[in-house]
């Protein structure tokens, strides 16, 4: 009979590490997706930037763009960031 408890004892303890390992690596994949996107939304952004700046004709619109380019580069990290908090929530199973 105790042996009996000890195995399911095991077994649940092995159900309990393959869900903590399933768990981890969904939150890699997830952080690494959310640093992809980050590192593409970025590079969309920056070659936005630069072709605004080329056609941009005076201070005012430079500046506009500057500021366009801070902005999207804000948002893409706030994304980057809710995804990978939204990965930590579900650390423990």
Known sequence: MERQGSEMGRQALDAKT???REATKTREEVNN???E???ETKKQ???AH???K???VDKQAKKEADE???EALKQAKKVRDEM????QKGRNP
Request: hydrophobic letters at 45%.
């Open 18 to 20: 393959e869900a903590q």
């Open 33 to 35: 997706r959310a640093e």
């Open 37 to 39: 996107v980050y590192r």
């Open 45 to 47: 952004a920056d070659i």
């Open 50 to 52: 630069k072709e605004a």
């Open 54 to 56: 080329k056609q941009a």
């Open 68 to 70: 366009a380019h801070k």
């Open 84 to 87: 990978i908090a939204g990965a």
